[in-house]
């Protein structure tokens, strides 16, 4: 089972409100991913938990804030987002490590729109 | 540092004809390559990946793709078209002891029947 599961498909928001995106794998990953993708691009990556360690901020504004309270689990919280932060927001996970088994899994994603 | 080059953006294949889509990588140490498809929509499908090993790999819907360290080279074929492999397909490559991928720009397949 490769699977990564992400709630909710479609979420909508104002620029004050806080919301929290979620992401579940059960295949015993080490290492969780936050992307970003824009329409007809390839996805930006956020951020990385290793371990359940933060080892990578792609610089990210800190209106987004990861969190990851377990090794299925990852977050990401939204707060006073700008419209321009409107995107479809991707979750993948890997066995951790960089070895030849580390392919990365995606969810299906979140598709946020920032009014 | 890694990176991957597609070259044409929309790449249109009539039903039944070869797909082919192009990725040349470049790496300072031996690369893992992949290629993700997305349907609209969708999170990213793998399709394939090489790691080390036998160079021609094969993936799932009919694509394989071969490895040419020589060309630097990762090009996708599948050897007829169907409509519903109309979608975007991603190129990435990483290495080993690094979990970042780096994603080519991707190429949006339109199959005309």
């Known amino acids: 089972d490769t699977e990564v599961t992400q709630t909710p498909k479609h979420l909508v928001m104002g620029m004050t409100n806080k919301k929290s995106l979620k992401c579940e794998q059960h295949?015993?990953?080490?290492?969780m991913y936050w992307y970003k993708q824009k329409a007809k691009k390839p996805p930006e990556l956020m951020f990385v938990?290793?371990?359940?360690?933060?080892?990578i901020n792609e610089s990210v504004p800190s209106r987004f804030s990861p969190e990851c309270p377990n090794s299925s689990l990852l977050n990401l919280h939204l707060h006073a987002l700008q419209p321009e932060d409107s995107a479809l927001y991707l979750c993948?996970?890997?066995?951790?490590?960089?070895?030849?088994?580390?392919?990365?899994?995606f969810g299906p994603g979140t598709r946020l729109t920032v009014l | 540092a890694q990176s991957v080059t597609q070259l044409g953006s929309h790449v249109s294949v009539s039903e039944g004809a070869l797909v082919l889509l192009r990725c040349n990588y470049s790496?300072?140490?031996?690369?893992?390559l992949f290629w993700y498809v997305q349907y609209p929509n969708q999170g990213l499908q793998l399709l394939l990946k090489?790691?080390?090993?036998?160079?021609l790999v094969k993936g799932i819907n009919g694509f394989e793709a071969e490895f040419k360290k020589s060309e630097t080279s990762f090009h996708l074929t599948k050897p007829s078209a169907h409509m519903s492999d109309a979608a975007e397909y991603f190129c990435?490559?990483?290495?080993?002891?690094?979990?970042?991928?780096?994603f080519g720009k991707g190429n949006q397949v339109v199959v005309i029947p």
């Open positions: 295949m015993g990953h080490r290492a």
């Open positions: 938990y290793s371990y359940e360690k933060l080892s």
């Open positions: 790496s300072s140490v031996p690369p893992y």
């Open positions: 993948a996970s890997s066995q951790g490590g960089g070895t030849v088994t580390d392919t990365q899994y």
């Open positions: 990435a490559v990483s290495a080993y002891g690094n979990n970042r991928l780096a």
């Open positions: 090489y790691t080390t090993g036998a160079t």
